[in-house]
């Protein structure tokens, strides 16, 4: 089973990609070029937030075991602000993960139709699209 975060495909996909890059002819096309660069600077940035993330979740489990030895309010509250920022970090690690598929730098073009029958006046469209929703959402939770 695939993880949604291979680090080390990662890791292997931008050695590969600095080969291509110390290679005499490798300017011959420009446009390969510059997506291979493109490539390796959004994999270094996700190997990088990676690494520094998995260091400022180790020190906040030496803080934290420091801390249940012996505990001290300053320490406390400095954890719990490390503790925010931390998981700040994550979580916007989290969506460029989530968008750091092949497509997901591509621009995309969504219509809205006010004519469209999901948005009546009357609600009735809108409804519909609940009650679906809903039933998905049972199903889901039965299963």
């Not at 998995?54 to 012996?70: H, Y």
């Not at 004519?115 to 299963?143: E, H, M, P, T």
Request: aromatic share 10%; charged share 30%.
């Amino acid at each position: 089973m695939a993880t949604l975060f291979d680090l080390e495909g990662k890791e292997k996909r931008l050695a590969e990609n600095n080969a291509l890059m110390a290679e005499a002819d490798f300017w011959n096309d420009q446009k390969k070029a510059q997506k291979i660069i493109r490539e390796s600077n959004q994999l270094k940035a996700l190997i990088e937030t990676h690494h520094s993330l998995t260091d400022a979740f180790a020190e906040l489990s030496e803080g934290i075991s420091e801390l249940s030895s012996s505990f001290d309010e300053d320490m406390n509250e400095l954890i719990s602000e490390e503790y925010t920022e931390t998981m700040k970090k994550f979580e916007a690690f989290e969506i460029q993960v989530l968008l750091s598929s092949p497509y997901d730098d591509h621009n995309a073009i969504l219509e809205i139709h006010p004519r469209c029958w999901w948005y009546r006046s009357d609600g009735l469209g809108l409804n519909v699209i609940s009650y679906v929703y809903a039933l998905g959402r049972k199903k889901r939770l039965q299963d």
